[in-house]
């Protein structure tokens, strides 16, 4: 089995979603409010996966665009979740050592005095293992 | 009326205001909210993998207590209340989450998800309700415009959140009626303020929230309302003292006539 079809499976067990009953009708992306910073598309992340295409989602930047809305998750007509997906291919990437996409040394410099800890605990856990 | 009160970390710090004017107004319309021993931070945000357990564990030791006092479980915090009413969820119908979670946490009886968990606003208007909380008010807001920003996580998902309509929600405008306001409805009410994006790039959250403020304004809110200290974190740094940003909770108190109040 390849490396890719390998991650493909991980991605559907993980993430609890069959890509296949996606019907392309594209409301996911029409709805994502981060779409536009997005180089894969929501309706793009269920091909990706159908098609083991794992090594170019895992490197988009979408994983880090995704906001955990719920948009696409609340609108899909066929209960598709394409969010879950990418939390999955997020998983993929954070479960790997020195996978994290936020470093300690980063925070003091991000920090204001509004700054809510919910701010913190909540980008520890999207980023970070 | 006795309810378990799940705090949560922001609202010991940052937040000290959605909290204290919660408290008072509880006193004043006569419910108390016993604060969870020792209850540990959610997370702050849901754990979408299914396959994931130890980031769910604070939330089951939470509901554990709630049920183990036989009382429901009251929250504040958007993103605590949809962290929790998740992870109860999962407790309820998932079979290998349940399982796995009571194996490790050895209880003295399994958890099984049945605890309520009921937003302090879901309080308002399911226990208390709306007219009766009318009545209570001393000192309507009458006049003000307020916009009601309900953000993402109240919401969705639908299924599990079961808080309101979706796309069409009202709570929050039946609330702002009910202390004797005008709500004004404007259509990025339930659209995402970036959510934990702004840690990294805050650009891209101020522009999110620059829509959802011109929106308001522009449908002619004086003010918005919000039960999300992290959505309020991000609407301030993209308004202005046009379109001040407060807790639901700390209007609820002006209007309860309880908010200079000097103890808690």
Aim: charged content about 30%.
């Amino acid at each position: 089995m390849t490396t890719e079809k390998k991650q493909a499976e991980l991605i559907r067990e993980i993430s609890g979603v069959e890509p296949l009953k996606c019907m392309k009708c594209g409301k996911c992306s029409a709805t994502c409010p981060a779409y536009n910073e997005m180089d894969i598309k929501p309706h793009q992340f269920v091909s990706y996966v159908a098609n083991e295409n794992i090594e170019a989602l895992v490197n988009s930047k979408s994983l880090w665009k995704c906001l955990s809305c719920f948009a696409c998750i609340e609108r899909c007509p066929r209960n598709v979740q394409p969010g879950k997906l990418i939390d999955a291919a997020r998983q993929i990437v954070l479960r790997q050592k020195g996978g994290d996409y936020l470093k300690d040394e980063e925070i003091p410099e991000l920090l204001d005095e509004e700054l809510p800890q919910q701010l913190l605990v909540s980008a520890y856990r999207r980023y970070k293992r | 009326m006795k309810y378990s009160y799940y705090p949560g970390c922001t609202l010991k710090n940052k937040a000290k205001d959605l909290d204290v004017y919660a408290r008072r107004s509880a006193k004043a319309l006569g419910f108390e909210l016993e604060e969870i021993e020792n209850w540990q931070c959610c997370g702050g945000v849901y754990p979408l993998g299914s396959d994931e357990i130890a980031t769910k564990l604070s939330s089951v030791r939470a509901l554990n207590d709630a049920k183990e006092k036989g009382q429901a479980l009251v929250t504040l915090c958007s993103a605590c209340h949809h962290v929790i009413k998740r992870v109860n969820d999962d407790m309820k119908n998932c079979d290998d989450v349940r399982e796995r979670a009571n194996n490790y946490l050895k209880l003295d009886a399994p958890y099984k998800g049945e605890t309520e968990v009921l937003h302090f606003l879901e309080v308002l208007r399911d226990k208390i309700g709306f007219d009766e909380l009318k009545k209570r008010v001393v000192n309507p807001l009458t006049g003000k415009k307020i916009g009601a920003y309900y953000g993402c996580l109240l919401l969705r998902p639908s299924g599990v959140m079961a808080f309101d309509n979706a796309e069409n929600p009202s709570i929050i405008e039946d609330f702002i009626r009910a202390i004797g306001a005008t709500p004004v409805i404007y259509p990025y009410r339930n659209e995402c303020c970036g959510g934990y994006i702004s840690l990294k790039e805050k650009d891209m959250a101020k522009s999110m929230c620059e829509k959802i403020c011109e929106s308001a304004s522009g449908f002619g809110a004086q003010m918005l309302i919000t039960a999300c200290p992290l959505c309020m974190y991000n609407l301030n740094k993209s308004t202005d003292n046009n379109l001040p940003v407060y807790y639901f909770t700390e209007l609820l108190a002006e209007a309860l006539g309880v908010k200079e109040e000097s103890e808690a």
